[in-house]
């Protein structure tokens, strides 16, 4: 009688955890692991924002308001007004990390049974949130041969049953990087006022965009009362400890429900509310140099990638990640392989394999992501690693 | 078809929220208003805690590991020791405060229907939990003539069906006060023995406690499956702005789903983490100035409250709150009534209305909860206007 639950069971475990060991051992035998499997930058957290929380001089460690404190809020209109999105301080709840926003919507939109269509690949994290809240995740195929663009009109509408709730998107994406154009959101929006659902856009990434330049969801009109934007300043200032995202939405109703999870939980984090306000007192051109770095080491990865023989790496236009299929039988056994049997002058090469962010069974089997978190010249190291790895893989007896 | 869920519509709000705006009213009239009605503490939190912040010199605030830092997991297995609980690092989850190792407790350990007995009156938060997993809190009652004494076996006994899955304390109690008995415990044991069950055991205020000496469920012989401790800083080191908590168990495949859940959300403040780790610093002696400080404004309380004719408060053993049932039709009313109609000497109250604490409906109509988070003088001002209030109130029209 005394087991855990069924949705304990369910949850499934980090994928990318699973190859931690192999690089551990890896390390014990003196040889370099590339981390490319990871989204936690190498980019310093701005200086003002940890002097901020250094310099801060109040003498109670205090709850905040459960939505957040309101002077955060109040300045965060700011942000988004400058990135063409007009709202009120009201239309945010605060939350801790991207994380609980993602929860905090799928909690609040979605009851256990309903369906949430999530073009595939993606965040492997949605499926821990969805498995939290009882919620099934409907994947819709996107390909690495249309560079992951939004699934035709008719493959989305497909997926759609009398349980469907919510259609996800992130923009740009993790983990394929794909940048979603505004002719692509407008087809959302189609969809979701023909079928009455709700539009979740995690934005993680928004300041990173290389190609072309970012539409969110909350630049959509006639569409208020379907769009929550999920936001996070994890990614976009290296402040990932921090623990700080935002909720955002007009729909009165679902930000009054997201705000009773909210109080459940008493409040976001102070000193992370307190980076994140510093945050925005940054430079106009703060991002400026942060994408060039980005998109340098994009540059380069994507033009390594493409050289090997084999190899298929499609640009993606923001974010810092890259999806690429090997010519492998299957990556999962490729990514351990390399680093438990594999090292190219003391170096081997850390990846993402990419069946984790499938939904569907099998899918993704050729693919890796790489996460370029790290600079140009170990990027390189890494890729004589992999191309020398590929040799050596496929001509194993 | 665009509707919130019904978990949504579930999510009670915030019990103590709804006279808010009541108090701010009787503000803007010039009135002050005492506030017993919250836990937030007044006592300043420890220098050295927030220096320990302050003086943090890393480049990037990173993800943590998902159970939290190793070198403060390590360290608190120092604390719980001189505590008499013995544990290893890898017993413990560093959550987002006490109020996510309460959710991962519920996700990791029922399923949606699954049942869940709490002595009520309890924690109004348990209910948002709940909700959120989908778990039925099954109330079972104490009573404030008893002093909230765990209830009689058969009691609790009665409420097992086969959807019960565990059993929930708070020890102290809030919002009672009340401490749990060596015995009291040994006889949970017994139950959650012989019916399978888990034992959840919150502990957020354990280091204040002024009658009798604290037992933790941790401490129980012979049933580590059972028993996860679920604990905060907030109080503990006047740090709930921190958001730091933890869930311990010798339940391994507890530990190891409660970290699933964990790994979803990536990981716990960063900043919260170091001022938790700093906390385990502070002198032995830390808690008795706390304890004595506490100790007096419940001595004040409890006297001046059971002063007042037809007023009755039971004197808690721990935490910081009492409980006391008062000499009126309906204390919801009256908790309103005070803050919207009446002053004395240009002074009210601010109490938590005990309903929100029962699960059972009607019960608690008579009991107000008050968290003795002022100084003695506020205590004993507040007093003069409750007393004064309640003549005031009994002889309306």
Redesign the interface.
């Known amino acids: ?9 369910l ?4 994928p990318i ?1 699973k190859l931690v060991p192999f690089a551990e051992a890896a390390k014990e035998k003196g040889i370099t692991v590339y981390h490319l499997n990871i989204g ?6 701005p200086q003002s ?2 002097d901020a ?4 001089d ?7 308001h ?1 939505a957040g404190n309101e002077s955060y809020r109040r300045k965060l209109v700011r942000y988004y007004k400058a990135a063409g999105i007009n709202i009120q301080h009201t239309d945010i709840v605060i939350t ?2 991207g ?2 926003a993602i ?1 905090f919507a799928m ?6 049974g ?1 369906e949430i269509i999530v073009p595939e690949p993606f965040y492997a ?1 949605y ?3 969805a498995v ?1 809240a ?1 919620v099934k995740i409907i994947p819709v195929a996107s390909y690495i041969k249309d560079g992951f663009a939004l699934p035709p009109i008719a493959a989305l509408e497909e997926k759609i049953t009398n349980r469907t ?1 919510a259609i996800l998107i992130c923009n740009p994406n993790n983990p394929t990087g794909y940048l979603y154009s505004r002719e692509e959101l407008e087809t959302l929006k189609t969809i979701v006022k023909k ?4 539009l979740f856009s995690d934005e993680a990434y928004r300041e990173f965009c290389y190609t072309g330049t970012h539409f969110s969801a909350m630049q959509l009109e006639g569409v208020d ?2 769009v929550i934007l999920l936001d996070t300043i994890s990614k976009r200032y ?6 700080i995202g935002a909720l955002i939405t007009k ?1 009165r ?2 930000l009054e ?1 997201a705000l ?2 909210g ?10 509310q307190i ?1 994140g306000e510093a945050a925005l007192d940054l430079p106009n051109d703060y991002f400026k140099a942060t994408k060039a770095e980005y998109r340098l080491r994009r540059d380069t990865l994507v033009s390594r990638l493409n050289k090997i023989p084999g190899v298929f790496c499609p640009n993606p236009g923001g974010a810092f990640y890259a999806m690429a299929s090997l010519p492998v039988d299957d990556s999962e056994k490729f990514c351990q392989w390399i680093l438990e049997s594999f090292s190219y002058e003391g170096q081997t090469v850390m990846m993402a394999p990419a069946s984790g962010f499938y939904g569907t069974e099998g899918s993704g089997r050729q693919e890796v992501r790489f996460a370029y978190v790290l600079n140009v010249e170990a990027i390189h190291s890494a890729m004589d690693c992999l191309e020398k790895a590929l040799e050596a893989y496929n001509s194993r007896v």
């Open positions: 009688m005394l087991s855990i639950s069924s949705r304990g069971q949850m499934p475990a980090s955890r936690q930058p190498d980019i310093e957290t924002v940890l929380v250094r310099h801060s109040f003498k109670i460690l205090e709850y905040s459960s801790t990390g994380s609980e929860l909690m609040s939109c979605l009851d256990a309903d994290n499926n821990g949130f939290a009882g709730k079928h009455g659902l709700f009362d379907h290296s402040s990932c400890g921090a623990r729909n109703q679902v429900t009773k999870f109080q459940a939980r008493l409040s976001p984090p102070a000193f992370g980076a």
